[in-house]
């Protein structure tokens, strides 16, 4: 795919969606990184649904410890993993009272070893908390990325680089936002909603629906 074409994807995506947002509800960077951490392997739907109840009693590191990991598996036990989540999220809370002065981190490194978050869940914080230009890629971008031939790749990591370099700089900041609700809602896994899709003159997948 060439420059000009990545251009008018994008083009396109910002003109039917200025100011694309995250599906996850928040109202602070701790919120944040803790609806991320719950999304993995979860929906937004679910992880808002349990958030709800659990942020209007504990939303911040020093609230979520005091409920302890049984009072915190209360709230998110409809969600996928829970246990393992509750773990890892009472773990990154003792960390950021000790080391970070209860503040996320701004830094990868040091969101990186807070239990629980990986390079996915680091790049969603720093984008969608600090504006910082990094692109997450989940099961939505990478199969985008390869379907439409935006940016192929065998793996998450080789994605995520290719879409670094390969997505023009003025629209770096939101490409995270636009690809994943793209093939959330039209570039959907099974079938794709080709005939719907404002990109489809522009994609380079070889089998395209009518749907």
Not at 89 to 99: A, R, V
Not at 139 to 148: A, M
């Amino acid at each position: 795919m060439n420059k000009n074409k990545r251009i008018q994807i994008f083009s396109r995506l910002k003109e039917q969606n200025p100011e694309p947002k995250t599906e996850l509800n928040y109202t602070s960077e701790f919120e944040l990184l803790i609806s991320v951490v719950l999304s993995a392997q979860a929906t937004d739907v679910g992880v808002n649904k349990a958030t709800m109840k659990l942020y209007k009693v504990a939303n911040t590191p020093e609230a979520i410890l005091a409920l302890k990991e049984e009072g915190l598996k209360h709230y998110i036990k409809t969600i996928g993993l829970f246990n393992s989540k509750a773990k890892n999220i009472i773990k990154t809370c003792q960390i950021l009272i000790d080391k970070h002065n209860s503040q996320v981190p701004q830094d990868r490194d040091s969101l990186e070893a807070l239990p629980g978050v990986g390079r996915k869940t680091a790049n969603v914080v720093l984008n969608t908390a600090f504006g910082v230009p990094t692109i997450a890629v989940d099961t939505h971008i990478f199969r985008v990325s390869n379907r439409t031939g935006i940016a192929p790749g065998k793996d998450v990591v080789e994605v995520e680089k290719r879409l670094m370099r390969l997505v023009p700089e003025e629209f770096m900041l939101d490409a995270h936002h636009w690809l994943i609700l793209h093939g959330r809602y039209t570039c959907i896994a099974r079938t794709p909603r080709c005939g719907s899709c404002i990109i489809e003159d522009l994609c380079e997948f070889k089998k395209k629906t009518s749907g």
